[in-house]
């Protein structure tokens, strides 16, 4: 039994987030970010051009403003490798949002009294839902990234049972639907059966690029939206793959329970 010498000697690897700190949620690069020094409303640069034409997603825009849609963004780091004075990674997990719109940097989306509702609405509809939760994945069409993310939230690293959250394979034991992929012709009848058969309350993520935008193959026959026109998106979690954590942080936003000091990555 050779993991007994193992596991005395490395202890405890469980991550103590969100009832402390971790330098890991903190320190990953999970987004890309519009530079807060850049020459906001100065006329973009040649290097913002190029690095609009070489994201592969077309999450760059410069006109009226800059903008970067992390729902569309890969994480493949093009435009912070040919436009470094315009664009960072943003080190942090805690990129879960609670619209569509918020996900996109530069852009003049919902006031903070109108996320508050938003927050609020959402806090209202799951307040039954106490320290229990449980949760149904589907994969709606993903290329199988975001399914190793998804089940890592189990390891012993993660360990999201410490935190009262299970998966079931039963739709109906279900609080939330975490859905993954790009949302498929094939997967639309299953997602929105299983969504039916969830009671109420019900929460809907929509975890990772793919799920929210079509990831690389958005504007195909899937559209620009991913699977927010099959079912109504309550949380949004970008990344390509959303890391573990950013699906944990998904998740406790979703449920209200996250630290009250808690900061979004920038
Ligand atoms: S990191 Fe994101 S925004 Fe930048 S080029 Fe890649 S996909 Fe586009």
Redesign the pocket.
């Known amino acids: 039994m050779p993991w007994v010498p193992r596991g005395l000697r490395d202890g405890i690897l469980t991550t103590c987030w969100p009832c402390g700190g971790d330098d890991y949620f903190d320190g990953f690069d999970a987004a890309?970010t519009v530079r807060t020094d850049a020459p906001h409303g100065a006329p973009v640069a040649p290097a913002v051009t190029d690095?609009a034409a070489?994201?592969?997603?077309?999450?760059?825009s410069g006109q009226p403003r800059l903008q970067?849609?992390?729902g569309?963004?890969?994480?493949?780091?093009?435009?912070?490798a040919?436009a470094p004075d315009w664009?960072s990674w943003a080190p942090g997990c805690g990129t879960a949002e609670l619209t569509r719109a918020t996900l996109i940097v530069g852009q003049v989306g919902e006031t903070d009294e109108a996320l508050a509702a938003v927050r609020a609405a959402l806090a209202r509809r799951v307040r039954r839902l106490r320290r229990s939760v449980h949760i149904r994945h589907v994969d709606a069409g993903s290329d199988g990234s975001d399914e190793w993310e998804v089940y890592a939230l189990t390891n012993p690293v993660y360990d999201v049972h410490r935190l009262g959250i299970f998966f079931t394979a039963s739709p109906r034991h279900a609080d939330i639907l975490l859905a993954t992929g790009i949302g498929t012709a094939g997967m639309t009848a299953p997602l929105r059966r299983t969504l039916d058969a969830m009671p109420s309350p019900k929460v809907v993520i929509a975890a990772g690029a793919d799920a929210i935008s079509g990831g690389l193959i958005g504007g195909g026959y899937t559209g620009d939206v991913g699977i927010s026109e099959l079912v109504d998106v309550d949380v949004w979690v970008p990344g390509?793959p959303a890391s573990p954590f950013s699906l944990l942080h998904a998740i406790l936003l979703a449920l209200g329970r996250l630290p009250q000091d808690f900061k979004d990555t920038p």
């Open positions: 890309v690095a070489a994201c592969p997603t077309a999450a760059i970067l849609d992390r569309r963004c890969i994480l493949c780091g093009r435009c912070v040919r664009f390509a």
